[in-house]
């Protein structure tokens, strides 16, 4: 298994610039999960899934779309970016079987807005 | 929504010493409690989780303590080693699952020989 893939590593953007940052897992988990990461902050749940077809709104979902079409993918769109959006995203994916909880992040994409 | 509160924000312990880290959270339908380590630039793992029918969980060197009522659960690490040294988050959720969290800032352990 690959695990949690994310693509690109890294990317600059200039503002009002729209892209999709990728997400992929092989290990046919249901849940999957995007964060951000800033300095000092913690990781913020931005958008979340339970399944194929079935998304739903973190803490910071403004500027952010998502959908679940397959199991697998689970991409992230930055719909017009902006300076603040410059963090590293982080995807996640996780599987619940008798109580016990298997998840794995992703690599990471660090983004710049400038 | 949930809020989760971490405390220290740095520690310091020597090489063999236990060091603990304690969070609170405010959402009282939260009910899984995961922790999460992470090394620099690369991302978090988790290491050990709890759920709201349990009160403690250990795995080798690492135990996590959850207090409903107070709303708080804590991670214990004993025999600190070197490579323990990293930032270490806590999270919860009221979904369960991993899916849905809510982290706290983050407790920076350095651990000296």
């Known amino acids: 298994n690959a695990g949690v893939t994310q693509t690109p590593k890294f990317q600059v953007l200039k503002t009002g610039q729209s892209m999709t940052l990728q997400c992929a897992q092989d290990?046919?988990?249901?849940?999957m999960s995007w964060y951000r990461q800033d300095p000092g902050m913690g990781l913020r749940l931005i958008h979340y899934s339970v399944g194929a077809g079935i998304t739903d709104q973190g803490e910071v979902p403004n500027g952010y779309n998502v959908s679940r079409s397959t199991t697998e993918d689970f991409p992230l769109r930055l719909l017009s970016a902006a300076p603040s959006q410059t963090s590293v995203y982080f995807c996640?994916?996780?599987?619940?079987?008798?109580?016990?909880?298997?998840?794995?992040f992703g690599p990471g994409t660090r983004l710049l807005v400038l | 929504g949930e809020n989760v509160e971490q405390h220290p924000s740095t520690l310091s312990v020597q090489e063999g010493d236990s060091a603990v880290i304690k969070c609170t959270y405010s959402d009282s339908a939260s009910n899984y409690f995961p922790w999460y380590k992470q090394e620099l630039g690369k991302r978090p793992q988790l290491i050990i989780d709890?759920?709201?029918?349990?009160g403690e969980k250990k795995d080798q060197r690492i135990a996590v303590t959850l207090n409903k009522t107070a709303k708080h659960f804590s991670l214990h690490i004993t025999e600190t080693q070197p490579e323990d040294s990293a930032v270490y988050f806590c999270a919860a959720s009221n979904g369960g699952t991993a899916s849905k969290l809510t982290f706290g800032t983050g407790t920076r352990l350095q651990v000296t020989l």
């Open positions: 996640a994916s996780s599987y619940l079987a008798s109580g016990q909880e298997t998840q794995y």
């Open positions: 290990m046919n988990h249901e849940y």
């Open positions: 709890i759920r709201s029918n349990v």
